[in-house]
């Protein structure tokens, strides 16, 4: 996934003004608001509040991404030992479960 920038940071709020319009706003925002919905249908609800929830998503996808590459190297090593660094298997084990136990943190 591409890394965004420049975007106005969260966290984004959903509302409705009574005028058939959902807005999304931000505090940081230059503008009144950062995007709107023309309707009052459900859907038009249902996609503010998904618009609003855009940074938080884009965040936590992020720490996702970092996460899944940590243990990715993690499970690398469990799959791949340096059997030099262990005598015999009940120890290559234990330092499977170790390695595995720190990935866990």
């Not at 509040?49 to 469990?78: F, G």
């Not at 030099?84 to 009940?90: E, I, K, L, V």
Request: with cysteine; aromatic share 10%; hydrophobic share 40%.
């Amino acid at each position: 996934m591409e890394k965004i920038t420049g975007y106005t940071p969260g966290p984004w709020a959903a509302y409705w003004d009574d005028n058939d319009y959902w807005f999304i706003t931000a505090a940081d925002c230059p503008r009144p608001y950062i995007a709107a919905t023309t309707t009052n249908a459900a859907a038009s609800e249902a996609n503010a509040r998904l618009i609003a929830l855009a940074p938080t998503l884009y965040e936590e996808n992020t720490r996702l991404q970092s996460e899944n590459e940590r243990l990715r190297e993690v499970l690398e090593k469990i799959a791949n030992p340096d059997r030099s660094q262990f005598n015999g298997p009940h120890e290559l084990i234990g330092g499977l479960i170790e390695t595995a136990k720190i990935a866990l943190g």
